[in-house]
């Protein structure tokens, strides 16, 4: 009974010091929110939480200090605490990799997370050595990264399959192997096809993991053929290479795009023509976008409110970051793949409409 009458006055005199400041701050932006107040100072509709609910007090994980993940993830913790002081958030940093076994295991409550990374970590695949079973996901969706296979123009490839099939010498570059999800993609493009790293050399061909810094040297002198990569489009790696070296994009064949959807949570994606001015045609692609996952023993009414505060604040969520500017709640429970949703998030988005 304290810590609800704790809780209660809290509440209390937030609305009161909400009140005593209405004349310097904005209404929110959004739908049909319970957070929205109007700008007339009325106060906002009720929250759909339980009335015993107490809050939370949150571990957090994000990026790398300095990175986009972890600035995207400060920005929304603030948004939310800004709009309901019952939930409080500990922030640190993490991986896309490492984030859904460190949320699963109870490192970390929440944290953002791609969710074919959070699939395999589910279900104890490659690259995760056991099963996290107790990763969730709240919301998908934000920030697209593409999958982008960029050749060198004189490369006589149009198609990624005959790669494979005439076992041709081609020289790979792609990323850190072990830390980053393109390299991650790369090995599994190889599985896909039944080919090794021992193979390609056997066939005069090279597969090279190294940081994007070194891409563009490496390129203009001429020391590889293809690059294996992922990001937000137009990539500027690919950009700088571009202003030295003539280039072309490469689709992914229609074969491999259906294995990595099923099996990976990926989502086909065409990265329209002229994206770079080197390459005027459309190319056929896959892309996943990062996520909001949580430890199953996180309270549903805690995932509830946040994806309220979310709806209630849609504008300013989407303008933390430019690659939220498409996020929307109605596909936000979507391509999830083996993980399931929150139940509190499931409930959310029933309740509101969003899902049957």
Not at 72 to 88: C, D, N, R, Y
Not at 295 to 306: E, L, P
Request: glycine letters at 8%; hydrophobic letters at 35%.
């Amino acid at each position: 009974m304290n810590r609800k009458l704790t809780a209660m006055l809290l509440a209390c005199c937030t609305t009161l010091t909400l009140c005593s400041c209405a004349g310097n701050s904005s209404p929110a932006e959004g739908g049909s929110s319970s957070e929205a107040a109007s700008s007339g100072g009325e106060s906002a509709p009720k929250s759909n939480v339980s009335l015993d609910w107490m809050g939370a007090d949150l571990n957090g994980v994000a990026g790398a200090v300095g990175g986009g993940w972890y600035s995207t993830f400060a920005a929304f913790t603030e948004m939310i605490t800004e709009k309901e002081p019952l939930i409080t958030f500990r922030v640190s940093p993490g991986s896309g990799i490492g984030n859904s076994a460190t949320i699963s295991d109870g490192t970390f409550d929440i944290g953002w997370i791609y969710p074919p990374m959070a699939q395999l970590a589910y279900n104890g695949e490659a690259p995760y050595e056991k099963a996290y079973g107790d990763i969730r996901i709240i919301a998908a969706g934000f920030s697209p990264q593409t999958i982008e296979v960029v050749a060198r123009a004189n490369v006589d490839v149009e198609n990624i399959d005959d790669i494979f099939n005439n076992k041709m010498g081609i020289r790979w570059l792609t990323p850190n192997k072990g830390s980053t999800t393109p390299a991650l993609y790369f090995d599994i493009m190889l599985q896909y096809y039944g080919v090794t790293e021992d193979d390609i050399a056997s066939w005069g061909g090279s597969t090279t993991y190294t940081p994007y810094s070194d891409w563009s040297q490496l390129a203009q002198d001429g020391h590889i053929d293809i690059m294996f990569n992922q990001g937000s489009m137009p990539f500027s790696t690919t950009q700088e290479i571009a202003a030295n070296t003539d280039l072309k994009l490469l689709s992914l064949p229609e074969e491999l795009q259906k294995f990595m959807i099923e099996n990976y949570a990926l989502e086909q994606v065409t990265i329209p023509g002229n994206t770079y001015a080197f390459e005027p045609d459309d190319t056929s692609s896959l892309q996943m976008s990062s996520g909001l996952g949580c430890n199953a023993a996180v309270d549903d009414d805690t995932v509830y409110r946040i994806l309220e505060i979310i709806e209630a604040n849609i504008e300013d969520f989407r303008a933390i970051n430019p690659s939220f500017a498409n996020f929307s709640l109605e596909t936000a429970w979507q391509n999830t793949g083996d993980v399931p949703l929150h139940p509190g998030a499931e409930k959310f988005y029933k309740d509101h409409g969003y899902m049957k």
